[in-house]
Nanobody, 121 residues
């Protein structure tokens, strides 16, 4: 089992940057593929980015490609999401998730509780 805790959310002006971090418990973190998702008020949860267990493969939603970067440190049991050139439409609660399968949908096995990101215009 994996427990996930996100941090790093906050309020930022449009064009600014934030770095989200997800800390995972458990000795098997390095076997899980990790994803970031977000959910804006009144909208469904959407995929943002994913990284494979080794870090060798990444995948991004078109809406964040070129602006967001996902990375992981298996020695520290963390996965980060660097968000640059933020837009008001990036405002959402951001969640990290873990899966033994490589997925770009929301069928992940474990989820964190989320961290709020608010981008002001």
């Amino acid at each position: 089992q994996v427990q996930l805790v996100e941090s790093g959310g906050g309020l930022v002006q449009a064009g600014g940057s934030l770095r989200l971090s997800c800390a995972a418990s458990g000795r098997t973190f390095g076997t899980y593929n990790m994803g970031w998702f977000r959910q804006a008020p009144g909208k469904e949860r959407e995929f943002v980015a994913a990284i494979s267990w080794s870090g060798s493969m990444t995948y991004y939603a078109d809406s964040v490609k070129g602006r967001f970067t996902i990375s992981r440190d298996n020695a520290k049991n963390t996965v980060d999401l660097q968000m640059n050139s933020l837009k008001p439409e990036d405002t959402a609660v951001y969640y990290c998730a873990a899966s033994l399968q490589w997925l770009v949908n929301d069928r992940y096995d474990y989820w964190g509780q989320g961290t709020q990101v608010t981008v002001s215009s």
